[in-house]
C-alpha cells in the first residue's frame, strides 16, 4: 500500500517520461507535490524503491525507471491527458539515404527516422553531420511531422535523465516554448542539446547539470532545430 504523496509522486513520474521520454529533474517533483524541500522526494523515492515500484539505473544521476504502478491505476487516466510512450529500448538501423521522415499516418508500428550524427549535451560539437544510417522508431512515439534522430555526446543534460550514449528524437522546429529541450545551432557552427530558455531580448541555453553553467547568447546567434519528444536507450 503507498501513502498518498508516494502515489502522486510515481504517477507523476510515469506520466512525466511518457509525455516527454525523460525523468523529471527533482525540484520539478518537489514543486509537482508542493514540497518545501528535495530531502522529502528523496525520501519518497527511497519508498518506491524498496517498495519495488522504481528502480534507480546505477551509475546515471537521478535516471529512474518506473517498473509497475499501483493496482488502481489505468491507462485511461495517461490517455485522458494525451500521454504516450517516449522512451523505448533499441538498436541501430541499417544505412539509409533518405535525410528526412515524415510520419503521415500510423498506418504501422514503426518508422524509419534518420541519425543525422551526434549532437553535444555538454560543450557545443560541429554542427549536425549528414545520415549515418536510420533506426526504427514507434509511431506512437513521434506522431505526424518531420523527424530525425541524433546521438547524444556528454553529461550536461543527465539531471533530464538523457544520458552519453542515448539516442534523442528530435521533431523539426524552428521555435521553441521556454523550459523545451532543443537544438540549438550556435553561431552556425555548433548543435548542442539543452533546455531552452530567454533572459529578456536574449536566448539562454540550459544544462541539466550543475556543472555547466547557463549559456547566453543574442538571439541572432541562435537557431532552433527541433524539439525534443523522445529517446532510446540501449542497455548493454
Known amino acids: 500500500m503507498l501513502t498518498r504523496k508516494q502515489q502522486e509522486l510515481l504517477l507523476f513520474i510515469h506520466e512525466r517520461m511518457k509525455e516527454s521520454g525523460v525523468p523529471p529533474s527533482f525540484d520539478e517533483m518537489k514543486n509537482a507535490l508542493d514540497l518545501a524541500s528535495k530531502s522529502g522526494i528523496h525520501r519518497l523515492i527511497t519508498a518506491l524503491e524498496e517498495r519495488g515500484f522504481i528502480r534507480r539505473l546505477p551509475n546515471r544521476a537521478r535516471a529512474l ?8 491505476y489505468t491507462p485511461s487516466l ?18 539509409a539515404a533518405s535525410a528526412t521522415a515524415t510520419v503521415k499516418a ?15 549535451a555538454g560543450v557545443p560539437i560541429s554542427a549536425i553531420q549528414n545520415n549515418t544510417h536510420d533506426i526504427s522508431v514507434p ?35 524552428s521555435s521553441a516554448n521556454p ?27 540550459e544544462a541539466a547539470n550543475p556543472a555547466y553553467e547557463t549559456r547566453i547568447f543574442g538571439p541572432d546567434r541562435v537557431k532552433i532545430q527541433g524539439k525534443l519528444v523522445g529517446l532510446i536507450r540501449r542497455y548493454n
Open 65 to 72: 525507471e518506473v517498473i509497475k504502478l499501483p493496482e488502481a
Open 78 to 95: 495517461a490517455q485522458r491527458r494525451g500521454f504516450s510512450p517516449s522512451v523505448i529500448e533499441g538498436s541501430l538501423g541499417k544505412p
Open 106 to 120: 500510423p498506418v504501422r508500428d514503426t518508422v524509419s527516422v534518420p541519425v543525422m550524427g551526434r549532437i553535444a
Open 139 to 173: 509511431v506512437e512515439m513521434i506522431g505526424t511531422g518531420d523527424h530525425y534522430a541524433l546521438e547524444v555526446r556528454g553529461d550536461s543534460m543527465i539531471e533530464a535523465g538523457i544520458l552519453d550514449g542515448d539516442t534523442v528524437i528530435i521533431r523539426n522546429a
Open 179 to 205: 523550459g523545451e529541450i532543443v537544438v540549438a545551432l550556435v553561431d552556425d557552427e555548433e548543435a548542442t542539446l539543452k533546455r531552452f530558455r530567454r533572459k529578456g531580448a536574449s536566448i539562454a541555453l
